[in-house]
């Protein structure tokens, strides 16, 4: 948050609101610059902890191959021919890399779909209702598409080449 500049973004709006303003913040990170900041932006401030039991639902596979870069999409499509799984998704790096798998992916006949930070709002919630009616089988996301999903991604099972 405050590499990011939002720490001045948000004194900005702290300066600007006014004392009857209700201001609760939100953040994933919790350490000392988080709690200074919001002991001194807000009236009374308590932390409350979300944790979950479990990252998983019980019906949730994840698997991990350690692959060469240049044999990742082959690797990828042997996975997903062997297991033949009814959705998965893959993790990318980056917003182009996902665009590139979802094109290689589709040039290879598999229904495949991106979800990343450069999609409009509108094309995110096409891509998750596409996905909760069963198309596409893939969806190639970023790291952060998970918090459109209720969620860090799930803890990895590791399986050496």
Not at 108 to 126: C, E, F, I, M, V
Request: proline share 6%.
């Amino acid at each position: 948050m405050r590499n990011r500049g939002y720490r001045e973004e948000m004194e900005t709006m702290h300066s600007q609101a006014g004392d009857e303003c209700q201001r609760p913040m939100f953040s994933a990170a919790r350490g000392e610059a988080i709690q200074e900041l919001a002991h001194r932006l807000l009236r009374d401030a308590k932390a409350i902890k979300i944790t979950e039991k479990r990252m998983t639902g019980p019906t949730i596979e994840q698997v991990w191959f350690e692959v060469r870069q240049h044999q990742k999409l082959d690797a990828l499509c042997r996975v997903l021919d062997t297991w033949n799984p009814n959705r998965a998704i893959v993790f990318c790096s980056t917003k182009h890399g996902t665009d590139e798998l979802v094109s290689s992916l589709q040039g290879r006949g598999y229904q495949a779909d991106a979800l990343h930070g450069n999609l409009s709002p509108t094309q995110r919630d096409r891509v998750m209702s596409r996905l909760r009616s069963g198309s596409p089988d893939i969806l190639a996301a970023t790291h952060v598409a998970p918090r459109g999903m209720g969620g860090a991604p799930p803890p990895i099972h590791h399986r050496p080449r």
